[in-house]
């Protein structure tokens, strides 16, 4: 089984540009793309703050659960839009009360006129187009609407089976997202502390990797022992042999990863990495792990118990953190590539 019996990775489509090009627009600071911004599950009817690259963005449900992002800054007074409220003619402003359309940023309504008087249509702010896919939403920060809904972001197939496990997660890492991406495609299970499903030892064979026919995806594949147990005699214990398949499908430009595994013995895991760069040297990792088969849904159910531990005492983002650090001295094909098609 490959990467692609798991994986859509759309080849149409999408805004035109050359490979490893790295574009800023709209005061974003980062590469034209769908950059992922939070869970699904992040966003109602209440604004939302979400801090993307060099942009403050506001986002919010309308009544009809339709996302909507827009700059989180008001033009009449500057207040923050995610300090308002979400009405029937959009959301509106906490200071004044001017009411903004989330789909095109036009002001609706402006609440000491007179009865028959409208807004302007030169009052309006910043609006960006949003889509929803695998729980996570994503903004485009690319000027006008973006030609394909995604264009060539690694989703997986399909929605998750009635006999799958699925466990989601947000950490904040101090490391740029460029270093959290090459510690994904570098070694998944110790980034994400999920060693048992997506090993975390010793790469057995040399990696297998390529990059689609546009050099917008890099392919790698692993096999790496499955748990990194310490040598304590001559001869490796017996569950050092056990080895862990794994493909991993990373965007140039976003650095989003798919990982697929085949779990030892019985099942497979995928997980989704969706990085948000909240500055320079911070990332919000937000990521999906689905388990299919009942080895792999046990190992993941072992696996909780950690995952909440390191999240209320903190510690969430330190294996991210510690796994950007040491990838920067890496040697390795995979990245080597990433790195090229990035530079």
């Not at 996302?67 to 500057?78: E, F, G, I, Q, T």
């Not at 903004?139 to 197939?157: M, N, Q, Y």
């Not at 570098?186 to 502390?193: E, F, K, Y």
């Not at 993941?300 to 950007?324: F, Y």
Request: proline content about 8%.
């Amino acid at each position: 089984m490959t990467v692609q019996d798991h994986v859509s990775v759309p080849r149409e489509g999408g805004p035109s540009r050359a490979p490893g090009e790295r574009q800023t627009d709209r005061g974003f600071g980062l590469p034209v793309d769908w950059w992922p911004i939070g869970h699904a599950s992040e966003f109602t009817g209440k604004p939302r703050p979400v801090r993307l690259g060099a942009q403050a963005v506001a986002v919010y449900r309308d009544g009809a659960g339709t996302v909507h992002a827009v700059l989180d800054r008001c033009p009449h007074r500057r207040l923050p839009l995610s300090m308002g409220r979400v009405i029937d003619e959009g959301l509106q402003c906490g200071y004044h009360g001017w009411t903004f359309d989330g789909a095109d940023g036009q002001c609706t309504l402006i609440p000491n006129f007179k009865p028959g008087e409208s807004p302007s249509s030169r009052i309006k702010v910043a609006a960006y187009p949003v889509s929803e896919a695998e729980g996570l939403v994503f903004l485009w920060t690319g000027d006008g609407d973006p030609e394909s809904r995604f264009a060539h972001v690694p989703l997986l197939a399909g929605p998750a089976s009635s006999g799958s496990a699925v466990v989601r997660g947000t950490a904040l890492a101090r490391a740029p997202y460029e270093r959290i991406s090459e510690a994904l495609l570098l070694n998944p299970g110790v980034a994400l502390s999920l060693g048992p499903l997506l090993g975390s030892g010793d790469e057995v064979l040399g990696p297998d990797h390529d990059s689609d026919g546009e050099g917008r995806v890099v392919t790698v594949r692993r096999d790496r022992v499955t748990l990194d147990l310490p040598r304590i005699q001559t001869f490796e214990a017996p569950l050092r042999g056990i080895t862990t398949v794994t493909e991993i499908a990373t965007l140039v430009t976003t650095g989003f990863t798919t990982v697929v595994a085949h779990a030892p013995r019985d099942g497979s895991v995928q997980v989704l990495a969706a990085l948000t760069p909240t500055g320079p040297h911070r990332t919000t990792v937000r990521w999906q792990v689905r388990a299919h088969g009942n080895a792999a849904r046990a190992l993941l159910a072992a696996c909780r118990p950690s995952a909440v531990g390191k999240r209320l005492t903190g510690r969430a983002g330190q294996p991210l953190e510690a796994a950007a650090d040491a990838v920067e001295t890496a040697f390795d094909p995979g990245l080597d590539e990433l790195r090229a098609l990035r530079a």
